[in-house]
T-cell receptor, first 112, second 112 residues
Framework: EDQVTQSPEALRLQEGESSSLNCSYTVSGLRGLFWYRQDPGKGPEFLFTLYSAGEEKEKERLKATLTKKESFLHITAPKPEDSATYLCAVQPYGGATNKLIFGTGTLLAVQP | DAGITQSPRYKITETGRQVTLMCHQTWSHSYMFWYRQDLGHGLRLIYY???????DKGEVPDGYVVSRSKTENFPLTLESATRSQTSVYFC???????????FGQGTRLTVV
């Protein structure tokens, strides 16, 4: 069964304190792995797509990496405005559906 | 404005009533999705559609009905609302060329 597990469930950082969020996945065949950011009361906002092991994507203070079993979202020198829930999702191969399977997310709080 | 819009943003309904949540996208994306988001469960797929007049069940379809007569619209109907359907509902869309999904702002539904 295709599955996504994110850890930790919640993370509190001081401003400037770098850290990483983990996304472990089990999927029969990976078409893509996705990271989203979700602010309270809003829909998920797309951040990155990763397609193959070894791939990396960067955007401002965020960098996403991918291995054959997991992905990391590295946050360098975070600011309070980086506080949000970060969601990881996978898209399996098989069928023309574009379905995404989501993890339960990591709630990040960055304190000034 | 281009994008994906959901209506209403908030809805309170009584047990047993029928309620329809609306979703409209302006990108002409072929794929559309309905997810529900609950604490501890993350985003779970209810129904999806690969094109107009083509729909299929997701992970949690019971109690829901969808239709897609036009590419841009994908309404979700709760035929007889139950308290367990109290949730935040998100509509999303994507294209075959780019697998990442783009989400609406969500509808917070409360069944009393």
């Amino acid at each position: 069964e295709d599955q996504v597990t994110q850890s930790p469930e919640a993370l509190r950082l001081q401003e400037g304190e770098s850290s990483s969020l983990n996304c472990s996945y089990t999927v029969s065949g990976l078409r893509g792995l996705f990271w989203y950011r979700q602010d309270p009361g809003k829909g998920p906002e797309f951040l990155f797509t990763l397609y193959s092991a070894g791939e990396e994507k960067e955007k401002e203070r965020l960098k996403a990496t991918l291995t054959k079993k997991e992905s990391f979202l590295h946050i360098t020198a975070p600011k309070p405005e980086d506080s949000a829930t970060y969601l990881c999702a996978v898209q399996p191969y098989g069928g023309a559906t574009n379905k995404l399977i989501f993890g339960t997310g990591t709630l990040l709080a960055v304190q000034p | 404005d281009a994008g994906i819009t959901q209506s209403p943003r908030y809805k309170i309904t009584e047990t047993g009533r029928q309620v329809t949540l609306m979703c409209h996208q302006t990108w002409s994306h072929s794929y559309m999705f309905w997810y529900r988001q609950d604490l501890g469960h993350g985003l779970r797929l209810i129904y999806y559609s690969a094109a107009a007049d083509i729909t299929d069940k997701g992970e949690v379809p019971d109690g829901y009905v969808v239709s897609r007569s036009k590419t841009e619209n994908f309404p979700l109907t709760l035929e007889s609302a139950t308290r367990s359907q109290t949730s935040v509902y998100f509509c999303a869309s994507s294209s075959p060329a780019r697998p990442e999904a783009f989400f609406g702002q969500g509808t917070r539904l409360t069944v009393v």
